[in-house]
């Protein structure tokens, strides 16, 4: 018991790693996005501001009274790009290591992207008023980065983005305020505007706490999925692994009752030597690909693929009360579905099937570092010596007396073939054809 625990624990604990690393990894990806949009919106400033000077100088002379003060701009908004691209280039490395990026950088870097639109509000009131340039488009810029800040997915980020942009914006109006004689209406004015600054802050913040949990439940998801899927090769269909993740199914060995199918290709080999390698996967992927249908619908998986042939399981990992009747019409659909594969190629090719219903050992087996889901006992045994019987009696599929005595009336069309010596047993069994 205690080592069943350890091995829960180290389970968790493998899982949590994974989840933590995969979040990591998604929340440095927006990060770059984010990156990605401040390049993009610091090319585009410095686009503008060049079409504004060749197109219409007189603004430049009114805005930054001459050219030196644009210059100043330039220079800003060039050292944003290099910096912005510089921490582009920090992202991928982490992204790479799959290491976080420090939270203290994330926070120096949210008060030097802010700080930004202040510095340049301060050239503009130095060249052109305090009014004026109060009341121009830079105010307007911190909304930028209270926006982006959103893909950071992190509400206090968010929130400590809103309140750099809108402390600064505040400090810097009642600084330089030029309001009318008592200045109350404009004070009145830039609190308003920065608390609407502050609050889009928290509201980014709120916006990128919720996109985080749907990126935490989406990569719980999909780790529980790979999970299934890990545990049950690629061979479980979409339905059988949504199943299996609502009903929490254990790995742990248990005993279940189960039935197990062999299938085989008879003569594959024979047919696959006049063949090119290609056509002998083409040909048996095409076949697989239809009966492993016809398994999915039957609520049945595939275990193992065996070279030509694959074993297939009624009852587990999911508990069927019916299993025995599934599987018997997962082999009735079989056979219907090679005669009419076989009709359409010029490579018929001819399955046995053997069917047995009893108890087994259900479980993930294997080393620590690479395990598999599978069934251990003599019910897997016996299901592959009736299959190979079909050499013996030219049969196609042939079920034992469990599964005869589990179909009921469902199976009075099954044909006794009498008591059997079988290999590896002492004593004759009863074995039944189904047509």
Not at 128 to 136: I, Q, W
């Amino acid at each position: 018991m205690v080592g069943f625990a350890g091995r829960k624990v180290r389970q968790h604990a493998a899982l949590s790693e994974d989840f933590e690393r995969e979040l990591t990894r998604e929340v440095l990806r927006t990060e770059l996005l984010r990156v990605k949009a401040l390049i993009m919106t610091g090319c585009v400033i410095v686009i503008f501001l060049t079409a504004t000077y060749l197109i219409d100088p007189v603004i430049v002379n009114r805005v930054w009274r001459g050219t030196e003060g644009m210059v100043r701009e330039y220079t800003l908004l060039i050292g944003f790009i290099l910096f912005e691209v510089w921490v582009h280039s920090q992202i991928k490395r982490n992204l790479k290591l799959d290491q976080d990026m420090p939270v203290i950088r994330r926070y120096i870097g949210a008060v030097i992207e802010t700080s930004l639109p202040t510095i340049i509000l301060l050239l503009q009131i130095h060249s052109m008023g305090a009014g004026p340039a109060l009341g121009f488009v830079l105010p307007m810029v911190y909304f930028i980065f209270v926006i982006l800040s959103t893909l950071r997915l992190d509400f206090w980020l968010s929130t400590f983005t809103g309140f750099v942009a809108a402390a600064e914006l505040l400090v810097v109006a009642l600084y330089y305020n030029s309001a009318s004689d008592t200045g109350e209406p404009l004070v009145y004015f830039h609190v308003v505007r920065s608390t609407i600054i502050m609050i889009c802050g928290v509201l980014a913040g709120a916006v990128g706490a919720r996109l985080r949990r749907q990126f935490a439940a989406s990569i719980i998801a999909a780790t529980a999925r790979d999970r299934v899927t890990n545990l049950f090769g690629q061979h479980v269909s979409p339905q059988v692994v949504e199943r299996l993740m609502a009903a929490e199914a254990t790995t742990a060995g248990d005993l279940r009752r189960v039935a197990v199918m062999f299938v085989d290709f008879r003569g594959f080999t024979a047919g696959a030597q006049s063949r090119t390698p290609q056509e002998v996967v083409d040909r048996l992927d095409g076949a697989f690909a239809v009966l492993v249908d016809i398994l999915d619908r039957e609520g049945g998986i595939v275990n193992k693929f065996l070279g030509d042939g694959f074993l297939a399981l009624f009852g587990a990992p999911l508990e069927a009360s019916d299993a025995a009747h599934r599987a018997v019409a997962a082999g009735r659909e079989m056979l219907i579905a090679m005669d009419r594969i076989n009709a359409e190629t010029s490579w018929p090719l001819r399955i046995g099937i053997g069917i047995h219903f009893g108890e087994v050992v259900a479980g993930n087996i294997g080393s620590p570092r690479r395990k598999e889901y599978t069934v251990i006992g003599d019910t897997v045994n016996f299901a592959s010596r009736l299959e190979s019987l079909n050499k013996e009696f030219g049969s196609q599929l042939l079920i034992s007396a469990s599964v005869r005595e589990a179909l009921g009336d469902d199976g009075k069309d099954a044909v006794s073939l009498g008591e059997v010596k079988v290999r590896g047993y002492e004593q004759k069994v009863a074995v039944y054809q189904l047509g």
